[in-house]
């Protein structure tokens, strides 16, 4: 059994609803409450309910967060995220999630740093627009 307080499960479930990328989602979830709760479990218990909750119908955000933050758990212990025995393939961000962490393992007690590469597009004002590595656009405003 997995002693998780409705204010660990609410908190998971902002985190979800917040989150607009499966980076985000991943980075939330390892800093929420229930991670350090579901850190202290053993894998064979992660991956048992990690296995009933996907395998019924869902119903509330709750349940899908859960299942999101089961699966980190259960990634950030693998020694080889991408081949964990786990199906995730009901969760559209499982994969990415599951490439991210295996390029570098991660706890909740670790810092996460993207390194970013800005290029700046425009010198004619004091706001400019700055281009992450990955070509995301990063905005910048000036003092004005």
Known sequence: MIDLTIGDLKQIAQVLMVANTPISLLKGLLRSSAMTVLERCQ?????????????RARQSEI??????????????????????????SRLSWAEDMRAYLSLKPVTNTES????????V????????????????????????
Do not use: H
């Open 112 to 119: 996460m740093i993207i390194r970013v590469s800005p290029t």
């Open 43 to 55: 894998p064979e218990l992660l991956l048992e309910c990690f296995e009933k909750i996907s395998t």
């Open 63 to 88: 349940a899908v967060a859960l299942e999101y933050a089961l699966l980190a758990a259960i990634l950030t212990r693998s020694r080889d995220p991408m081949n964990a025995p786990v199906d995730a």
């Open 121 to 144: 597009q425009s010198f004619q004002s004091t706001s400019a627009t700055l281009f992450a590595a990955n070509g995301e656009p990063l905005l910048w405003r000036g003092n004005d």
